[in-house]
């Protein structure tokens, strides 16, 4: 059965999603009942998000009907071109994806949005249809799901199934699918691979060496000094990289990845690589295999305390736009790193179809970009602000790039700025506590129009109350005329939230704070 939009589909009575909640336990399902699905006077289907039973399973698919907006994209001639409608399956449970959702669930050429695994707070949400007991790292159920659903397109969220080439299969078999193959992915993948293809294409970044042995590791580090960065080679989760201020932090650190092995296969070799002083920022631009397309910058807050203190963390807030990404920097960032690498890429027979994800430092000499590291998929939580300020079809300009199509897009962001700060679990990132009950959610994102809580580690207890169910585990987010509005959005709907064993950052957004009149470019 499809889960798109018909006349003659047969529809459950819409309830509003606190109703919702409370009105079911979770994961029981709704009795269905008919009604004629409403028309606009032009023949468009209206903004009613529909759920309709999927004869035979326990599904529940809400799917969203197109609204009043323009979607056409330009084609070469100039001439208008109607976006085909499509049915996308979102791939991963973070917060990230319930990003992606949202702007997915808000394109008007989009009919339904699934997300395999999806977490409790999507699907409570609306968002998407959260489908939970799809094994993502089997490409064959993934491929069967598609074809008995009618997904027309799959974006692939996190780093791992990139990796482990769930692209390629979809691929292969005639699905469109936003993300690069395994091949591709190693940009992420293998720290050394990134560094190699710098070498050979002249991509400004941190002078390095890689090594299998311990010895000759801290021999290189003895004879660079410190400060000095030691990465794992490969996925490590975002916790592989360390910034070692001493000689001592840095053999320690080398010791815990290839003696000890604390981060097994991904640690059997590492990189160390100079220390660079500066700016960080986040550069993101999605990519068609040769045509590359960017999105607006973002900044990111890795470190886990208020002040830039403690271990680093997968990230505890971001903001967009970063003003440090000047108009002049963005054009020097795509010419000397992101379009290098695109054509490098192409050029070692491994094409990159997806978003690239460039960390860079800003370099405090020379005010010149370095590339740090490439992730081969949004960052997060950068992704929950570059989302809340999209007004494109997101749908379609990722069909564009499945397509070979980023020449004929340009894209509309909302002149407003945007942050995030991230609530996370009491302990994180090291060891902390799951199931603790987290209250007044639906309260805290009433606080203004312009609040959306994205849900990266939620789930539900057997009372139907929402739990800390990861180390991340909300995104608040805001949009606001300047960097103060946003973040005082944010922190109002942050006091809201009743969750005595979370904890967030109070300074998010503070190198934007340099910049107070900052608006959007």
């Known amino acids: 059965m499809m889960a798109c939009a018909s006349p003659s589909i047969k529809a459950s009575l819409k309830f509003g999603a606190k109703a919702f909640r409370k009105s079911c336990a979770p994961g029981c399902l709704k009795s269905t009942m008919s009604f004629p699905v409403p028309q606009t006077p032009d023949g468009l289907y209206s903004p009613i998000r529909l759920q309709n039973r ?56 989009c009919d339904a949005v699934f997300c395999a695994p999806g977490n409790s707070g999507i699907a409570q949400s609306g968002d998407a249809t959260c489908i939970p007991d799809l094994e993502i790292t089997n490409s064959e159920a993934v491929i069967s799901f598609c074809r008995n659903w009618g997904v027309g397109l799959v974006v692939v969220g996190p780093e791992a199934p990139l990796v482990a ?33 710098c070498d050979k294409y002249n991509i400004p970044t941190a002078k390095y060496r890689t090594f299998t042995k311990p010895a000759d590791a801290k021999q290189y580090v003895k004879d660079q000094g410190a400060p000095i ?47 660079l002083e500066g700016e960080e920022a986040s550069f993101f631009a999605l990519v068609d295999g040769e045509t590359a397309l960017p999105l607006e910058s973002a900044q990111d807050h890795k470190r886990v305390g208020d002040g830039d203190v403690g271990p680093n963390t997968g990230g505890m807030g971001a903001y967009s736009p970063a003003p440090i990404v000047t108009e002049e920097l963005k054009k020097k960032v795509m010419e000397s790193i992101i379009l290098p690498t695109v054509k490098g890429m192409s050029h070692e027979g491994c094409k990159f179809v997806g978003v690239l994800y460039a960390g860079l430092m800003i370099e405090k000499k020379s005010g010149l970009p370095k590339l740090i590291e490439y992730n081969v998929r949004f960052g997060d939580p950068e992704c929950q602000v570059l989302m809340m300020r999209l007004e494109s079809d997101l749908a379609q300009v990722l069909l564009a790039a499945c397509h070979g199509e980023l020449g004929k897009v340009s894209l509309t962001w909302s002149p407003e700025l945007a942050t995030v700060v991230v609530m996370a679990s009491e302990g994180y990132p090291g060891a ?5 009950v987290i ?83």
């Not at 309260?443 to 169910?469: L, R």
């Open 439 to 521: 209250k007044n959610l639906d309260e805290a994102e009433q606080v203004s129009p312009a609040v959306k809580i994205f849900h990266a580690g939620t789930a539900f207890d057997t009372d139907g109350n929402f739990v800390a169910a990861a180390g991340r585990v909300l995104g608040v987010t805001a949009k606001g005329k300047d960097i103060e509005e946003a973040r005082a959005k944010a922190y109002d709907a942050l006091n809201v939230v009743d969750w005595p064993e979370g904890f967030y950052r109070h300074d998010i957004g503070w190198r934007a704070l340099k910049h107070p009149h900052m608006v959007a470019h």
């Open 54 to 109: 999927a004869y035979g399973s326990n599904l529940i698919v809400t799917a969203f009907k197109s609204r009043c907006l323009n979607t056409t994209l330009s084609s070469t001639n100039g001439s208008p071109k109607v976006p085909e409608r499509v049915t996308v399956l979102v791939i991963g449970g973070g917060g990230r994806e319930h990003a992606l959702c949202y702007a997915l669930e808000r394109s008007p050429s």
């Open 165 to 197: 080439g769930l692209a390629n299969d979809l691929v292969k078999a005639g699905i469109p699918t936003f993300g690069p193959s395994s091949e591709a992915a190693a940009l992420e993948g293998s720290k050394d691979f990134m560094k190699k293809l």
């Open 229 to 275: 960065v030691v990465k794992a080679d490969g996925l490590a989760a975002g916790k592989g990289v360390i910034v070692a201020m001493t000689l001592d932090e840095a053999f320690e650190a080398i010791d815990t990845m290839l003696v000890e092995g604390s981060f097994g296969s991904a640690g059997s070799r590492i990189v160390i690589e100079e220390f």
């Open 432 to 436: 902390y506590k799951k199931g603790s």
